[in-house]
């Protein structure tokens, strides 16, 4: 049986990236899915491929920056699934690495608006609607960045430890209505963000990356898929509170 049978998912940076292989992987097992981006068009071709492979997925237009696209991005989704059980926060930016005496005023307030703050906005606006439905959950996309701070990176790290810290205290408040919180915390994956925040792809570069990480290779999108999969069924029922690192051993080092 499919594992999101019945399930409708609300999935926030579903345009590119691991957004996308969360949108798709949550289809091919059966849910509903909102692909939910400020790129309408990208949305627009996730959506469609998802229901060209015989899934089920509409595409949202929201900046989840605004609380009022946001809001607007819920209501269009349960005009069209009739309510919802899981969201997935997955909008996030990075930087590139920059001492901390360095880091311009605008790059900080922007990290902190998409990765945390847009967290605020799909609470607000996505948990009503989670509590009318039993099996509710929440997968929030934080970072290794977020348990184990790199130097020069320290605002994108502090944004997404910040996650990690609100998915738990999320949990503790959400859990007498049986709605769990979870966090997924990646390592460095093969997206285009991860080759925004290196400076571009290179062979040199991914070589380097790899030789980084115990299992010999950084993430694939479908690695991150597969982790809020399992958080956002009801295999991962008595499951909440917690940050699953997704990283090849990294966080060993």
Wanted: glycine share 10%; with cysteine.
């Amino acid at each position: 049986m499919a594992r999101l049978a019945e399930k409708r998912a609300f999935v926030t940076g579903a345009g590119s990236g691991i957004g996308a292989a969360i949108a798709a992987r949550f289809a091919e097992e059966g849910a509903s899915v909102a692909a939910v981006d400020r790129d309408f068009e990208k949305a627009t071709a996730v959506a469609e491929a998802i229901n060209r492979s015989g899934g089920k997925a509409i595409a949202v237009h929201a900046d989840v920056t605004s609380s009022g696209d946001v809001g607007k991005a819920f209501e269009d989704t349960v005009a069209a699934f009739g309510g919802l059980e899981i969201i997935v926060n997955c909008a996030g930016i990075t930087q590139r690495p920059t001492p901390c005496t360095e880091m311009d005023e605008a790059t900080i307030d922007r990290i902190f608006s998409v990765n945390l703050k847009s967290v605020h906005h799909t609470t607000v606006h996505g948990v009503p609607i989670l509590r009318r439905h039993a099996g509710s959950a929440i997968v929030n996309i934080a970072s290794v960045g977020g348990v184990r701070p790199r130097a020069a990176m320290g605002w994108y790290g502090a944004s997404k430890a910040a996650m990690i810290a609100l998915s738990a205290s999320m949990a503790l408040e959400l859990a007498p209505e049986r709605i769990r919180v979870n966090a997924v915390a990646p390592v460095r994956t093969d997206t285009p963000m991860v080759w925004f925040m290196a400076g571009g792809e290179t062979e040199e570069r991914r070589a380097r990356m790899n030789s980084e990480i115990p299992l010999g290779r950084i993430g694939h999108a479908d690695d991150i898929a597969r982790a809020a999969l399992y958080l956002a069924s009801d295999e991962a029922a008595f499951v909440t509170g917690q940050c699953l690192s997704v990283d090849g051993g990294r966080t060993l080092l």
